[in-house]
């Protein structure tokens, strides 16, 4: 059986993804495989490996629950370790302003999954929005002086608002995480 690694995802306008390019060049000694910015994207729902037949079915509740919901306005508030209290850390990322709109749409697309039987990857962590910015080499930065290790926690205020939701499949590879967008459905609800 062939399946797909899937996530649904709001992609980054170019504008706010060029402005975290030179964020990198603030921790320059930092064990990091950076994020290319274009591959930048705030996950709403991770399904992990999903059967080939099932593909279908995931893009028509994405292409429905987005033409229920008005485009959702988008906060970026810190870039800093995560996940909260994991030592050592594992990344470095961008947190997201809580946004009640967003976790409505993923407990949706959930609900919509498991009624249509889709067997996806249920996460039984909290809804903790985020975008990867890095991803840490711990074996390196346990070698370093704690010293040496750079503090992050950097507050930030960026906003978006966000126009479409992706179905978007990830390939992993030796270079890295291969995104390609299954399907681009724009968010048509009227706004209260």
Excluded: C
Aim: no cysteine.
């Amino acid at each position: 059986m062939d399946t797909h690694r899937l996530f649904i995802a709001i992609n980054l306008p170019e504008k706010i993804r060029n402005r975290f390019e030179s964020y990198q060049e603030n921790w320059p000694g930092l064990p990091a495989k950076w994020t290319r910015p274009y591959n930048l994207h705030l996950t709403v729902l991770f399904l992990g490996n999903v059967a080939e037949e099932n593909i279908p079915a995931v893009l028509e509740i994405t292409k429905k629950l987005a033409e229920k919901y008005p485009p959702i306005e988008i906060k970026l508030d810190k870039i800093s370790y995560g996940p909260p209290k994991k030592i050592p850390p594992r990344m470095v990322w961008i947190s997201v302003g809580k946004n009640e709109l967003l976790a409505e749409l993923k407990n949706e697309i959930e609900k919509e999954l498991t009624e249509q039987n889709v067997h996806f990857q249920i996460e039984d962590r909290g809804f903790n929005p985020h975008i990867t910015f890095a991803r840490l080499n711990n074996f390196e930065l346990r070698q370093m002086d704690p010293e040496e290790v750079p503090q992050i926690n950097e507050d930030i205020n960026f906003d978006f608002r966000a126009k479409t939701v992706e179905l978007m499949e990830s390939q992993l590879k030796r270079s890295g995480a291969n995104y390609d967008i299954l399907g681009s459905f724009e968010f048509k609800g009227e706004e209260e």
